[in-house]
T-cell receptor, first 112, second 110 residues
Framework: GAGVSQSPSNKVTEKGKDVELRCDPI?????LYWYRQSLGQGLEFLIY????????KSGLPSDRFSAERTGGSVSTLTIQRTQQEDSAVYLC??????????FGPGTRLTVL | KQEVTQIPAALSVPEGENLVLNCSFT??????LQWFRQDPGKGLTSLLL?????REQTSGRLNASLDKSSGRSTLYIAASQPGDSATYLC?????????FGSGTKLNVKP
């Protein structure tokens, strides 16, 4: 595709349920990032994948958060037992190298 | 941990004005620094990337400067237009991660 795509665009869930957010990076981009932006807050780094290297998970806020990147392409961010404070816009970005990042439109997650 | 501060938090100017957005960061050991704009309901758009060895980058009406040793970057917008209205984010990067400021919300009035 022409850019980074994310699905769903909006997700409303009940507290305690698990959710999966998907990111399709630009083809050929070796690096993939997940960020989240809570209401009124800046962007917060979550996790970084680079090629076949072990991901940098240092930004994940708790062990309820996990992410996978299958085949070096599509990534899924999973949040288990969602809490209200998980409500945010989750942004994915990809990059061909350690240069410009290209962001997707985001997934707006609302936990009721 | 890198802390990024952007001043002002919000700015409203009449069309045609030149303006400067400021960004400061606490850890000068950065790899590069990127400026983004964020439009409501949309993702981030990259504007300019400055490598740590560079002092400035220009793209059209935008000019970004970097003083790594003092932990500062500025984004200069010349002859502002209503279409420039957005939130502008500064993001210094270490090897793996970008660290984002809270942004400057710009409103350019026609």
């Amino acid at each position: 595709g022409a850019g980074v795509s994310q699905s769903p665009s909006n997700k409303v869930t009940e507290k305690g349920k698990d959710v999966e957010l998907r990111c399709d990076p630009i083809s050929g981009h070796t690096a993939l990032y997940w960020y989240r932006q809570s209401l009124g807050q800046g962007l917060e780094f979550l996790i970084y994948f680079q090629g076949n290297s072990a991901p940098d998970k240092s930004g994940l806020p708790s062990d309820r958060f996990s992410a996978e990147r299958t085949g070096g392409s599509v990534s899924t961010l999973t949040i288990q037992r969602t809490q209200q404070e998980d409500s945010a816009v989750y942004l994915c970005a990809s990059s061909p190298s350690a240069t410009l990042q290209f962001f997707g439109p985001g997934t707006r997650l609302t936990v009721l | 941990k890198q802390e990024v501060t952007q001043i002002p938090a919000a700015l409203s100017v009449p069309e045609g004005e030149n303006l400067v957005l400021n960004c400061s960061f606490t850890d000068s050991a950065i790899y590069n620094l990127q400026w983004f704009r964020q439009d409501p309901g949309k993702g981030l758009t990259s504007l300019l990337l400055i490598q740590s060895s560079q002092r400035e980058q220009t793209s059209g009406r935008l000019n970004a400067s970097l003083d790594k040793s003092s932990g500062r970057s500025t984004l200069y917008i010349a002859a502002s237009q209503p279409g420039d209205s957005a939130t502008y984010l500064c993001a210094p990067r270490d090897f793996n991660k970008f660290y984002f400021g809270s942004g400057t919300k710009l409103n350019v009035k026609p």
